[in-house]
């Protein structure tokens, strides 16, 4: 009897870290999963995108970010002004100019770098931007301010911005006022559906705030529908690319990331010496945290809803995301180990 009891508690404990461990990771777990499931199986995926399910997962990412976005966070981060105005731009206008440097990279499949470089253009994270922002102990109200702001703005400059450093550097018309409008149905409705039921019923915006991290788990299987269903549809194709070239594109989207960390980290400290030093806003620890850290990463869910109306238009979809979905995950490990140096240090007792 005695003995069962401890095999059960033995088992029990051992189930629990497993537990702990895929709650606190579920965004790239439920992501190679989806990717898993579609190389293994890919005649799911190929039903699912036959009733168009791939497009119920960026509407509902969005719907759920509106009715996660509380007002009182963005109105905080108004103190820290210029340091979130210039990680704006930053996201939305300085570092979609890398991507005329990543097109000058020969790689087959082509579809590779151009995912990248389309990934490139795309603005920040909609979740974990601030979650390490919030475990390094930066301005997470900034951060929040920075992403919201980003993403509504996204929706009116990433097609401008795609035909400018992608379209261009390819040879390619965009369809620009389709995309736009594909944009505005699958980002901006959404996005405002889910505010606006936040702020209707003081019930429902207690349920969410109860159980936001069961809404973060939502949203992420809402977003491993996308490359579940293009991975299915492109196994034929993904089995053609030898395993060295995807290495290749796995180690080109890190060094992306990379060098926009760079960028960013050199851009604060400069901002910092000519606006005054130690005095600056851009010298407060927790505002540089949150601009490195926010204004570093790209989407992978605008990047979907960019590829959905687009069709073949820039190659096939599933060789497209593939790298990028790859890409997405690298920034997240990377920022974790960044979250490390950059986490205020405790005094010791």
């Not at 497009?55 to 509902?60: D, Y």
């Not at 995309?179 to 901006?188: D, E, Q």
């Not at 890409?327 to 205020?344: E, G, K």
Request: include cysteine.
């Amino acid at each position: 009897m005695g003995g069962s009891g401890s095999r059960g508690t033995n088992g029990l404990s051992l189930v629990q870290p497993i537990l702990r461990f895929a709650g606190n990771n579920l965004l790239p777990l439920a992501l190679v999963s989806a990717v898993g499931l579609g190389l293994a199986y890919p005649s799911l995926g190929c039903a699912a995108d036959k009733y168009n399910l791939s497009k119920l997962g960026p509407f509902g990412i969005f719907i759920i970010s509106g009715l996660m976005l509380r007002s009182e966070e963005i109105i905080a981060a108004v103190e820290a002004f210029p340091v979130g105005l210039f990680g704006i731009v930053s996201i939305l206008f300085l570092t979609p100019y890398f991507s005329r440097i990543i097109l000058q990279i020969q790689l087959q499949p082509q579809e590779f770098i151009t995912g990248l470089a389309m990934f490139n253009c795309m603005p920040t994270t909609l979740s974990s931007g601030v979650a390490l922002t919030q475990l390094a102990g930066g301005n997470s109200a900034l951060a929040l301010a920075m992403t919201v702001i980003s993403n509504m703005l996204g929706i009116f400059i990433v097609p401008l911005s795609l035909k400018k450093f992608v379209a261009d550097g390819v040879g390619m018309t965009l369809p620009t006022q389709q995309l736009f409008k594909s944009l505005v149905l699958t980002i901006l409705i959404p996005l405002l559906l889910g505010k606006v039921l936040r702020e209707s019923f003081k019930d429902v915006a207690d349920f969410v705030d109860r159980n936001r991290k069961l809404f973060s788990g939502i949203s992420a299987l809402f977003l491993s529908l996308v490359p579940w269903t293009q991975v299915s549809k492109s196994k034929s194709l993904l089995l053609t690319v030898k395993p060295t070239v995807f290495l290749v594109a796995i180690g080109l989207g890190t060094l992306l990331h990379l060098t926009l960390l760079i960028f960013n980290i050199v851009a604060v400290s400069a901002l910092s010496a000519i606006s005054g030093g130690r005095k600056s806003t851009f010298s407060r620890k927790e505002n540089a945290s949150a601009l490195i850290l926010v204004a570093s990463q790209k989407t992978l869910p605008v990047m979907v809803a960019v590829i959905q109306p687009l069709g073949n238009a820039f190659g096939e979809p599933g060789l497209l995301v593939l790298p990028c979905v790859a890409a997405h995950l690298n920034q997240i490990i990377l920022d974790s180990f960044l979250v490390n140096f950059l986490r205020p240090k405790r005094p010791l007792q």
